[in-house]
């Protein structure tokens, strides 16, 4: 086997993975231990999944220590980077900067999002926007 791809998730990809069981989201999510893909991780990235996660409303039926569990155990599977802020500002958010700096750190293949618009800049740097519709269906997960 190659090497397995190494992907970024954004944070709007598990938001919407955790409303419904019923998308691409929830599917990727179901399989971040694939042995073709490598989550990759930063300390900015699990900040900002937990602010997102845990604000109060954004997912029904999950409190705080569910979403401890979920973010230990997506920690447990993943590559952590160090970034250092070296591209600013590279996105058409500068919030969003963090990402395509850890994309780049992980030899990341590709990032995977909802907001492809203001991450355009990854582009530069030989990595791949694909929604998780877009991304399992090239690995063959969906038709």
């Known amino acids: 086997m190659s090497r397995p791809y ?14 419904s069981r019923r998308g691409a989201s929830f599917k990727l999510l179901t399989r971040l231990d694939d042995a073709r893909w490598q989550v990759n991780l930063s300390t900015p990235l699990i900040l900002e999944y937990e602010d997102v996660l845990k604000r109060p409303g954004m997912i029904a039926g999950f409190d705080t220590a569910a979403i401890d569990k979920l973010l230990d155990g997506i920690c447990s ?23 395509i700096e850890l994309a780049v750190r992980a030899q990341a293949d590709f990032i995977i999002t909802y907001n492809a618009r203001d991450l355009l800049a990854a582009s530069r740097f030989g990595i791949a926007l694909a929604t998780p519709a877009e991304f399992l269906r090239l690995m063959g997960e969906i038709p």
């Open 6 to 19: 190494q992907i970024v998730i954004d944070t709007n990809v598990l938001v919407t993975a955790l409303r």
């Open 77 to 99: 599977i993943a590559n952590l980077h160090d970034i250092f802020y070296l591209w600013r500002p590279l996105a058409n958010d500068p919030g969003d900067d963090f990402l």
